[in-house]
Structure formats: structure tokens, C-alpha cells
């Protein structure tokens, strides 16, 4: 298809979403992807470029002039538009703007691109229908027909004083079903939850789902209604925290996908690597200090593996707990009482899994009792200690504004290795003396 | 307050938002919680029970008596009285229908249990408007006023032929701009995205999200309107998948909470422990075959930490990418080619961190050449064949409709753990020879 048949092109991909395109250029060359986008009219190719993954984004919109990006960046919904300008280069960013024909819209772009990323202010639009709470149901359904035009999807109506402050909202379902002669202040509903430009992206998130709202609201520091933001943009947000928290887990940095280059990826996942690594030589020095211990008990070393993998998964297991915690604000009360529980539980984990090792390393394994149960002790120590970390580490970094996920990552787990080894030599020493 | 002090009790609850008290509720205990269920009138209390934890809703709903459970259950969307009823035991089932007066409400009940809970039937509510195509714009206003009293949030109006068949949609916007006297026929939007009932939840997810739909129709075998799926229920799923990938990577079954018992948070995490422990005596009894080189190579020991946690953190980063991009739907193109980049991924890595490891142990820890060379030799080789088993297992797991989760915890980890250690022996015994 892809050779110059503009026609025949044009009146297939005419007819799909802009979804469908958008996955189809996924699949092209950045030749190609430019060469369609360029093709298709603006109005539909701002969807498309919205659709796409952002680095291909970034590639395909350094191929256009800036009066095509322009083009695109007038089609778009504020919010999108200032996405897009904001990783554009400074000259270009200048260059966009001169070619935008709509001052007001180039205006709401100015004026969202204030806002950091991930606050409320960051994720609003400005497209949103507003009423004053004077006019009346019939003035309002004409007034409304007009406001409509800009915006894509229609959540809800605000309803604003004179001055612009926020007083409350209308569902297009009450409007309807209001009788024409009433007046909007007669009508709307004053109960509205509304966020602040400066909330931050977690909170609007949290609260939207709490109340379940499709939309929300966004008021500057005076109340007045300066825009809204939209369940979709939620969900972006939402899975993106998400995997950001799962690839922090799993040792992966930035937000990679199988299908990026191996430099991104290696460059996403090696610095945690160094870090196991580096991890590694201090349990090589930590064995090592106990290197008497190999001419009577050699086999100590045996459970090396063991002891470094045990105290692994507790310390993951009990630093994922209180980080989805976290993440949900769901965490309440005090840190002391969040450690103590978390001790009570490993202790009585720590308590079957030792007997668990007792028995094994004495009836499988042929190791006389002192030897079976040194193991097992050091076992219940190293799961207690482990547990402590990790509950303790990703609670303080969070109040010290760290992201928690870090604590779930090969950095608790390598941490732990080396707590583990150095607790399981300790007490071995102290047991059976070497 | 909880003095029995209901007029206070009650005026201080009437005003706040259901999700609040629910939040409130959850503070309280059980008793305490049933009682202010009880002061409560119906309609709220629906909402706050759907709000509520899972296990809370339950305990509270075993306190009250059928009676008082069918009339939470008349106030609530059909598709929330289908999760709370199919929870319930067989016999309290069979009191709550009969004490259900809507017969239309139970009729609907009776009819979403049918459907697997994981697809779109199971999602769907009855709850919907709907047009005939053949009616007119005026007609059809009076008749969706009618309809518009049993749903909550009107996201389309959906337009059906005389069959019930779904040919397209209305949106609210559309309907208010159409002239009064135009027909249903001629101002609906033909293109509708739709689903089957039988479609699972993650394509539900998929589509909603890629088309960014708020609700979408469901239909039957037929092509029959028979609910719609809204997208709040689509964020509960969303986050409820992302959530229980992550605690499987931590090693953590079930869906639990850091507010759980002790008790349900040890069934959730010590299954995998002792899946651990295990692992971690055949890792004894590899590091046990290879005891003869404790005499001249007793260092080699030193370095089973390293060895196992490298090849746990690999294992883990491949399996992360793999499991993400099929829980997103993008993993598309050969298994071959798959294994083939994340081996190049690996080899890259795996050479940067082996002249780590070879300049740190040689330089740093002071062992000869030859072991410096054994010991990177072993790493990198543990490193690949770790990717490819962190790569290949969740596809696998995937192609035989296992949850590819899984491979990303405990039980990857550890199998990595003792293939790395046995390679790392293996190896060490040919090139040193012991």
C-alpha cells in the first residue's frame, strides 16, 4: 500500500478509528508514519499522534515543519496540545506558536504550561462547559449548544457565579428533565467536589475514584473554575503508576516496553544490575570474614543461597504490602504499630519455616542437631530483621518525599542479602564456636 | 458518638458523601459498623456497602437479616446486587429472592449470575437507555426522562430496531443540538463500538481504554442490547490486575491489604516461602555435589550470594517486560525473536557486569587470573541462560492460559537461583578442575 497510492490509502484508512491507524503506524518505519500522517487531514491526525507511543511521537513530529505541527496542535484538546509543546525544542516551541491562528487557544496552552506535570493544574483541560448561575434553563440549552462545539465529551455543566468562582454543577440529565421556565440557580446541585490547580496528581486520582467521578472540576486559588480533568486522563495516570511501581520491583528504571531498543532497555535495567553486583562483592567480603568456619563447618556455606534468598522474598513481601499501601492511601496509623504487626507475622512464619529447616537439615540432610538447629535460628533471625527493613525503609522513604517502590526493587533485596549472610554468621559463630 | 445517640448520630451522616462514611466505617468495628448500617436508610447504605472492603461488606451483610440485605439489594445497580447476592450461601441466596419486591430488579439478578465473573456479561449492568431508531427526537425525550430514573450516570443513549438489536448510539450532546423534529433514524451514530458478553474483562479493558469509551453496550449472541459496562468498573478491574501482578511479584497470593489479619496475611505469603525454603535445600545440596572443591577453592563458596542474586534480579527484569507488555496486549510477534533480543540484551549486560566482576575480583579481592576469569566466565552465562528462562516461562505460562504473573516471583527466583548456582559449579569444575 505504501507505494505513493494516495488515493486508494487515503480512502482506507479514511474510514477507521484513529486508534486502529495508530496501531497500524506503530507497526511502520518513521518514513512511512510521517508520510501518512502528513497525508491525512490534521483534525484527524492529532488523534492519531495522541494515540501513538510517545518516542515515536517525538520522531514523527520532528519530521514536520512547525506550521504542520501547528496544524495538529490546533485540533487538539488543550491538555493534549500542551503535552505536545512542552517537549518540543524552545525554538521550535517559538516557531508552533507564531503559527497558531487561535490566540485563545495558544493562551490556554501558555497558561497550562505553568503547571508542573503532575499536579491537578498539569493534567486539566480547559474545554469544559460553564453556565452562570443567573441564566435560565432555556438561555442555558442555547448558550450550551454553542460551548459544545469545543468540547469532545460533555461530563457535566459548572455552574459559576460572576466572578467565575465555581458554585456548583448540572448533569445534562437534570437540565433535561429541569422544567424550561426555571432558572439555573433554581436547578443546580451545590454539592461538587473540585480540586485545586496545585493538588497533586495522586490526590486528584485518589479522590476521583473514592467519589467515582467521570470528571473533576479544577479551581486557581481563589475559586474561580479555571478547568477540568477527565477520567481518561485518570486511567493513564493510574496504569502508569502502576507499572512504574511493578518495573521498580523488578529492577527497571524509566518506563520501558519489550518493544523498545536494546539501548533503552539495557539502560533501563543494568544500573540495577551494578547495584546486585556491587551488593554481591560486600556478601563476597561478608562470607569471607568467616572463612575459619570452613575447616569444621564447610557446609555452613551450603546455605548461603538459602539464607540470601529467604531474606529476600520477606523483606519484597513486606515492603510490597506497604507500598501498595501507600500508593492507595490506605496507610493509617502509627509506624510502630504497622512494625510491630509485621513482626508478629513474620514470627510466626519464621517459626514454621524453621521447623520446616530443622527437620530437613537434620533428617534430610544428615546434620547433627547443634548444626540443624544454629540454621534454624539464624533462619527466624534473618526473617525478623528482613521484615523490619523492609516495612521500615519504604515507610521513610516516603516521608522524606522518596518514591517507596525504590525499597521493593534488587536495592531492599541486595540489602537484605548482606543483613541476612552477616546475622547467619554471627549467630552460627556465637552457637558453635570457630 | 457510638452512645446510642442516633438523632446526633444520624444528622452528622446524612450530610457526607457515602464513599466518606464508608471510609469511617472501616475505622469502626464490626458491631459497630452493622449498627450504623442499620440507622441508616437503604438508599445510602447500598452505596457505602459497595464502597467498603470486600471482607468488611461480608461480615456486616452476615449480621443482617435477609430481609434487610434485599432491601440494600433493591437500591443498588444491577451489576453490585450481582456481586453482593452471588457471594452470599446458597440458602441465604434463596430468603434474599424472596424478599426482593422488584421483580424486574431479581429477574435482571438472576439473569447476570449466569455470566463468568472475568467477562463482559459478568461486568455489564441492566441499567441503560435505550431508543428505538424509529422514534422521534421529542418522543424520544419524554421516554428517556422516564428511563433516566433507575440509571445513575447517562454515558450514550444506545439505539435499537424493533428487535432489540443494537444499531447505534446517541450521545446526550447529539440529541440536544438534533432538531426537535427530526427522527432517531436520521441523527444516530451508526458506528458503535460494542462487546460480546462473552468477551473477557481484559479485552473489555483493552477497548474501552484504546478508544477511551466510557461505557460501552454489551450484546448477546444475537446482537441483541443486553447491558453495558461503564468505565468505573473498568478502573476497579484495571487496578485490581495491576495490584495482584504486583504482590505476585512479591510473592504474595490473594489480594490482601496491610489492614488485613495476621492470619490472612500469612496464608497470602508463606506458601511462598516454603516454596522458597525449598528451593533453597536443593540449592544446599547442588553447592553439597560440589563440596571436593572446598579444598582448594573454598572462596567459590563466597560467591553463591552473587551468583544467586544476579541470576534472581535477570530473571526477574526479563520476566517483568514479558508479563507487561501481555497484561497491555502488545506482545505481538515471534517467541523466537523475543528470546533472540533479550539474549542480545543480556550478552550486553552480561559483558559490561562480567569485567565488573573480573577487575573487582581480581584487583579488589586479590584472586588470581585464572579464578577472576572462572567467576565472570560463570556470570555471564548465568546471566543469559537466566533471561531465557525469565523470558520464556511467562509466555509459556501465558500460551497454557496460566496467569504468566506468576513466573515474576518467588518461583522464578528461585529456580534461577539453582540452575546460576549449578552452572556457576559446573563451570568453576572444568576450568579450575576439582
Known sequence: IEEQNN????????????????EILDQLTLDEATYVIKLLDSEKTAEILMEIDQDDRERVLENLTPKEIADEIEE?????????????????????????????????????????????????????????????????????????????????????????????????????????????????????????????????????????LEAIPVVDEIGRLVGRITVDDIIDFIRDEADKDYQMAAGISEDVDADDSIWELTRARLPWLVLALFGGFIAVTVAGQFESAMVNYGFLFFFMPLIAAMAGNVGVQSSAIIVQSIAKGTLTGSVWKRLLKEVGLNVLN?????????????????????????????????????????????????????????????????????????????????????
Open 7 to 22: 488515493q486508494e490509502l487515503l480512502s482506507h484508512l479514511g474510514d477507521m478509528h484513529h486508534a486502529d491507524i495508530a
Open 350 to 434: 519464621g517459626i514454621i519455616l524453621s521447623i520446616i529447616l530443622f527437620l530437613g537439615a537434620h533428617f534430610i540432610l544428615g546434620r547433627d542437631y547443634i548444626v540443624a538447629f544454629t540454621v534454624s535460628t539464624a533462619l527466624i533471625s534473618v526473617i525478623i530483621i528482613a521484615s523490619l527493613i523492609g516495612t521500615f525503609v519504604p515507610i521513610m522513604l516516603n516521608r522524606y518525599k522518596i518514591d517507596p517502590a525504590l525499597a521493593t526493587g534488587p536495592f531492599i533485596t541486595t540489602s537484605n542479602d548482606i543483613f541476612g549472610l552477616l546475622i547467619f554468621f554471627t549467630i552460627a559463630k556465637y552457637m558453635l564456636g570457630f
Open 76 to 212: 487538539m484538546d488543550t491538555d493534549d496540545a500542551t503535552d505536545i509543546i512542552s517537549n518540543l525544542s524552545v525554538e521550535l516551541k517559538d516557531e508552533v506558536f507564531k503559527n497558531l491562528k487561535d490566540r485563545e487557544h495558544a493562551q490556554h496552552i501558555v497558561e497550562l504550561m505553568r503547571y508542573d506535570e503532575d499536579s491537578a493544574g498539569g493534567l486539566m483541560a480547559k474545554e469544559l462547559i460553564k453556565v452562570n448561575e443567573n441564566w435560565s434553563v432555556t438561555g442555558c440549552m442555547e448558550e450550551m449548544r454553542a460551548q459544545a462545539e469545543n468540547v469532545t465529551r460533555v461530563h457535566a455543566i459548572y455552574v459559576v457565579d460572576n466572578k467565575g468562582k465555581l458554585k456548583g454543577r448540572l448533569s445534562l440529565k437534570d437540565l433535561i428533565t429541569a422544567p424550561s421556565n426555571a432558572n439555573i440557580a433554581d436547578v443546580y446541585i451545590e454539592n461538587v467536589d473540585y480540586v485545586d490547580v496545585h493538588t497533586s496528581a495522586e490526590e486528584v486520582a485518589r479522590v476521583m475514584q473514592k467519589y467515582d
